[in-house]
């Protein structure tokens, strides 16, 4: 019977020299030592010995399994060294070659033109002041000097906001009203009662919303740049001259500013500001509609009811506004034929601008 295993352990120990990879190796080891393996099988037979023959039986298979195990654990170390020894002697990894740059994110072009105006207006002392984009009936329209019977609420065509908040329910009716802010000047009264009675420079951004056709130069959704300064002696020459110095800080020093008369009903007197055309240079052109000038603000002296509901006595103040759009500006100034596809998420557009 010890001859059976004796010629197992043989028959293993050879087959093992064979196997010369991996998975050789636990091939070998399924077939020898595995749960069903050979040895396994030799086991079964020590039922069929004669009682007083089995201890010797058991412990010469016992050997038997410590001598393959071993030798098994051996050949295992014996393979990773080659393996190693090919590695090291074959072909050298080279390390020279280039590594794979990851792609690289950048700013959205609507963030990018945001910060040139923060930058711009910075430098000529103007904070940035956060208004809310949700806004009562009152502040975009009633302290703005458009209450509910005036004519030029049609300018702006509004989203209201059927869920207002439970506790505006004391107040009047034009104040319990919400509506997605049809332009940033509802901050200009937040601010200024925020402030009353300390001189004010600030900016205003942030996302107005209107019920508008989308057309390759209007959105529903668009940024604006707010601009208010209250204090003393304030003139409509200090406004036109902080206009002039933001159209050359933005689009280059020699830029030529023109304003027009227009009307807005919390600015007296109200103008439009043009600046010249950055792409003829004022010869006409289709972007400039052959006109030569192209509209960059609507802006003007604060009216002196916007001042009062601001908290301001207006024959000691005076102030200006002013509302940049930010999507018209960065379409002159790349050359951008269709505001569309600044909120297309096209990667092919938005990757140009980083
Ligand atoms: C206003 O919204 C005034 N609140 C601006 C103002 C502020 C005047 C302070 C006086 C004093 P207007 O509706 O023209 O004005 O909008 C201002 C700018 O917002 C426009 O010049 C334009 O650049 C931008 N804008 C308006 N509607 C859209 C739109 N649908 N899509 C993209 N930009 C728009």
């Not at 298979?61 to 030798?71: D, F, G, Q, S």
């Amino acid at each position: 019977m010890h001859e059976e295993l004796s010629r197992l352990q043989a028959e293993a120990l050879a087959a093992l020299a064979d196997a010369a990879d991996a998975a050789g190796l636990e091939a070998w080891r399924v077939r020898y030592l595995g749960r069903k393996g050979a040895l396994t099988d030799t086991m079964k037979l020590l039922g069929t010995l004669p009682r007083e023959a089995r201890p010797a039986y058991g412990q010469a298979a016992n050997e038997v399994k410590n001598a393959l195990e071993a030798a098994f654990a051996e050949r295992q170390e014996a393979l990773k060294a080659a393996a190693l020894q090919v590695e090291l002697t074959g072909a050298a990894l080279d390390v020279t070659l280039p590594g794979r740059l990851p792609a690289l994110g950048h700013l959205h072009i609507t963030t990018q033109t945001l910060r040139q105006f923060y930058a711009i207006f910075a430098e000529m002392g103007f904070q940035v002041y956060d208004a809310p984009d949700v806004e009562t009936d009152e502040y975009n329209f009633g302290l703005l000097n458009m209450p509910p019977y005036h004519p030029a609420r049609d300018m702006w065509d509004t989203f209201w906001v059927t869920q207002g908040s439970p506790d505006l329910s004391e107040k009047p009716t034009s104040a319990r009203e919400l509506v997605l802010r049809t332009h940033t000047s509802p901050g200009q009264i937040r601010v200024m009662r925020e402030r009353c009675p300390e001189p004010i420079r600030v900016i205003l951004p942030g996302k107005c919303y209107r019920y508008e056709q989308i057309t390759a130069r209007s959105e529903h959704q668009f940024y604006q740049v707010e601009g208010l300064a209250v204090g003393k002696g304030i003139r409509l020459t200090d406004l036109v001259g902080t206009l002039q110095q933001f159209a050359r800080r933005m689009y280059g020093a020699g830029r030529r500013l023109r304003v027009r008369g227009s009307y807005f009903p919390f600015t007296e007197p109200s103008i439009e500001a043009d600046m010249d055309c950055i792409l003829c240079g004022g010869e006409g052109c289709g972007v400039c509609k052959y006109s030569g000038w192209l509209e960059i603000a609507g802006a003007g002296m604060v009216h002196p009811t916007v001042l009062r509901n601001g908290g301001y006595d207006p024959e000691l103040y005076s102030g200006f506004a002013f509302g940049f759009g930010v999507e018209r500006p960065a379409l002159m100034k790349y050359d951008i034929h269709d505001i569309r596809y600044f909120y297309g998420n096209d990667l092919r557009f938005l990757g140009q601008f980083g």
